[in-house]
Structures are given as C-alpha cells and as structure tokens.
C-alpha cells in the first residue's frame, strides 16, 4: 500500500501496564490523515493510558503500532517526535524554569511544515504578549494553548491531545474548539482525549468508546445519533 | 605602616588575595557540582579526583609530550570530561532510578579508585609545575603587589562562570537541561535525546573540575591528595548556596572565599573551619540555602 493511503496512526492488540498492574487489554484503533478522532470513556477507562502506550511512556507495553505504515514499537523515547507524533499531556507540561518564549522554543523542529510564529500568534494572539513570563505564570487556558503552539511550530502533523479542555471556562473552551478545528483545515490528524462529550461533538470525525482497557465501539458521526443509549449508559450524556 | 581595623594593610590585601583566588577555586568546584546535581541529582564526590584529574593532567601533557599550560588549559579538561562522560554512560546512569545515596556512594567509590591509582602510581608527594612564564612576575597595583597569575585564576575563573551561566540560561542547550530537570520524560517525547544530554551535563561539571585543576596545577603542588582537601570544603559552598543553583555556586564561592582570607587575618584559629560554622548557620536559618528553592 502506497504510504499516502495508509493509516495516520494504526493500533493493533495494544495492552500495556503500569509495574505490574495491566492497564489496556488490546486496544485497536485506526486513524485516517486529516481525521480528528475522540475516544471517549470514562475516568480510569484507559484513555490517557492509550496516548502514553501509543508514545512509549509505560513502562511495559506490547502490540503494533504504526505511523504511516511504519512500526514505531521499537524506536527510542526520543524518535517517536521524528515520526511526527506530537503530545500535548494532559497536565499541559508547561516548564516553570522557562519562559513562555523558550516553552515555545523548546521542541525541535522535527519535520517540514510547522507553523510560523506568525500563524501561531495569529492562532493564539494571548501568547505574543507573555512571551517573556515564566511559564507557569500563565492562566490555565493561556497554557492549554502553549502546549498546543509548541507542538505546532514542530512540524508534527499526528497531534495526540489529553483532555485539552478539562479545568477551564467555556469561552476559553470555545477558542481551543476553534483552534482544533483551524488545525483541521490545515490537514492536520488529531486524536483527542476527552470527557467532555458536548466538545468533542464539535469537533471531532470518529469516536472511540473505551472502557476498562478495551475499545467498547466505535463510530462515525453519522452514527450518534443511534449510539445515544450507550453513550448515556457510558459517559452520561 | 597604614593598618586598616588595625591590621597592616599590606597582610590584609595579601589575605584577601588569597581569599579571592581560593573563591575562584570554590566557585568553579561548586559550579560544576551545582550543575551535575541540579540537572542530575547525583551527589558527585568524585568530583575532587576530577579536579586533581586535570592538574595531572596538565602535568602528564607537559612532562610526557611537552605540551605547555596554554594548550593543557583546554587538552586536559577535555580529557577528563571525555573520562567522565565514559563513567557518567556506563556506571553513573544506573544509579538514577535509585536513591541519591547510591549515586553518592557510587562516586566516593570512583574517587577512591582513581586517587589510589594515581597515588601508586606516583606516591602521596606533589610535583612541581611551573608558572607559564607569560605569567610570571608581579602587577604593582599602588596598594599591593598582584602576582600575574593569580590576577590571571581570579579573571579566568570569572570568565568561565559567566559562560556556563551563559549556556544554561541563554541557551537553547541550557533550555533543554531545565526542562529535562523538571520533566525528562516529557522532554525525551519532544524529541530530544535526554540520556546523552545528562551525559554531556556530567561530562561539562566534570570538565570545570578538571580546568580548576589546570589552574591549579602552577600555585600548588601536583598530588593525587590534591582533591581530597578541597572538596569537603566545596561540598559546603553548595550547600550554603543551595544545591542545585548555579547562580548561588558563583556568588558563595567568591564570598566564602574572602569570608575565609579576612578570618586568617582578624582570627586566624578559626580560619580552617569557618566555612562549616556559615554552613551550620546558614542550614538553620534557610535549609535550603542562600539562593535554593523549596
């Protein structure tokens, strides 16, 4: 298969753990280039622990795992970034011995592609005028929307996102729902953690319903409206 | 005779001579430390084998290959950062994941070996360098006369200082060694090769131990004992200063320096060990030192 017609991103049997514990008991999941995908789940149901197996975080993990068409599994912490797998956790990670200008800085450039300061700045206007705050004196969604540029400035095009939205006030929601989808427009894969079931609607193509380490369903959303009881039953919604 | 607090001025200059060129040692030494455990957390006593390293080091280049000061300023250091980073990747880096005491132990016991080797090798007596005669002679400064050399230590000792406070906060490598202190992990997921980068942070503390060697190596004898002195002494500069703060190594170096000159000459009893009473002092009112954090 020519690489430009495979999977953004393909998971097979992936099972994972934390020490001894199992936290993911095969996970599969596929995700197209240019789709955004969200798995859904309640807490503790294994979807932060899939983006942290999906970039080698764990400290035991096994399955298949495939960017473009290329086993990942065995590469070191270090490669993953090169394949143009970026990571916004869901603590944000914003560095509190940086600045918000050297937060920004601090990824390499790992692929052609990545934004300009112009197109982030014109993305998240805040972030031009605290650029020479420390980091961690940012507002909850001021840093939500740095961990975001500094991904984009790499030239990574798979952006795995934790919870982006969780912890903050609905207008700050609504930008980093714009922000996803002018991310979208440029082409731009993404797979979204979130508990937040009302956002994730607004932006996302296909859902994942994980429960208990495992893909419960999984769908378009031209199928909710027929998954409604189970998402009910799930997440409450 | 002019006497300043009642002491001539010409032994009280003298004094703070020596406490000036003492500091630039202190600061150095506590420099290189305070990187290694602020990046790595790793208490590195070998640290005064690395310094006594570099003064051999220069010796060895001199009286083997006759290469003079001047290059052994930049060979030797490199040498012993080249040494380390060996140690560093193939012993050091298994400590991490353990408790700081294996780290400490697992250096004291480097140390141990490399001063014992050296000193079968070449006997507890120190061997002579001598001054690079570009440096040799007196500066009549009006009040007191500067050797050129020791004036040369005091300058050169500032001089690296400001730079490796220059790569660590103006830096795009300084940039990664902050983060990586506070976020490894995350930071190896951006791509960055974490593992060599603490290598390189040991190999760099380890080499500013090694060039205050160098330095050493014409104002004091040339002895694989060298370092044995010094680094209890430096270990207490870090702490005044707050381990793990580069900025708090400099200043208290130079500080406990002179602190230590002006002790000789108003109590002299008290001289050798009023670095440790400012430590006690300092440890109870602010435990995490001058310029650490919490």
Partial sequence: MPEDTKPA???????????????????????????????LGRNGAGKTTTLKAILGL?????????????????????????????????????????????????????????????????????????????????SGGEQQMLAMARILRTG??????????????????????AAIRALKARGMTVV??????????????????????KVRDHFGTDELASRQQALGEILGV | ???????????????????????????????????????LRVINFAHGAQYMLGAFGAWMLLTYAGVGFWAALVISPIMVAAFSALLERFLIRRTYKLDHLYGLLLTFGIALIVEGAFRHVYGSSGNPYMTPPALAGVIDLGFMMLPKYRGFV??????????????????????????????PRLVQVFGINVPLLLTLTYALGAGLAGLAGVLAAPMYQVSPLMGQN?????????????????????????????????TRVFYPEASATVVFVVMAIVLLLRPTGLFGRA
Avoid at chain 1, 156 to 177: F, N, S
Avoid at chain 2, 154 to 182: D, H, K, P
């Fill in chain 1, 9 to 39: 991103l393909l998971v097979q049997g992936l099972r994972a753990w934390y020490g001894e514990s199992q936290a993911l008991h095969g996970i599969d999941l596929e995700v197209r280039r240019g789709e955004t995908v969200a798995l």
């Fill in chain 1, 58 to 138: 764990m400290s035991r993990r096994e399955g298949r795992i495939e960017v473009r068409g290329t086993d990942i599994t065995r590469l070191p912490l270090h490669g993953i970034a090169r394949t143009g797998l970026g990571y916004v956790p869901e603590e944000r990670g914003i560095f509190s011995e940086l600045s918000v200008a050297e937060n920004l800085a601090l990824p390499p450039v790992v692929l052609p592609g990545g934004w300009s300061m112009e197109e982030i700045f014109d993305l998240f206007p805040n972030l031009k005028e605290r650029l020479n705050s420390p980091g961690t004196k940012l």
């Fill in chain 1, 156 to 177: 990574a095009d798979i952006l795995l996102l934790d919870e982006p939205t969780e912890g903050l006030a609905p207008v700050i929601i609504d930008r980093i729902g």
């Fill in chain 1, 192 to 213: 979204l953690v979130e508990q937040n079931f009302r956002f994730a609607q607004k932006v996302a193509d296909r859902y994942y319903i994980i429960e208990n380490g």
């Fill in chain 2, 1 to 39: 005779m002019t006497t300043i607090f009642g002491v001539p001025a010409a032994a009280l200059y003298g004094q703070l001579l020596i406490g000036l060129i003492n500091g630039s040692f202190y600061a150095l030494l506590s420099l290189g430390l305070a990187v290694i455990f602020g990046m």
């Fill in chain 2, 154 to 183: 005091i300058i050169a000792s500032l001089a690296v200082c400001l730079a490796v406070w220059f790569l660590v906060e103006r830096t795009q490598f300084g940039a990664y060694l902050r983060a990586a202190t506070e976020n």
């Fill in chain 2, 230 to 262: 010094l680094i209890i002494v430096v270990f207490a500069v870090v702490v005044i200063g707050g381990m793990g703060s580069i900025i708090g190594a400099v200043i208290t170096g130079y500080m406990l320096g002179v602190i230590e000159g002006l």
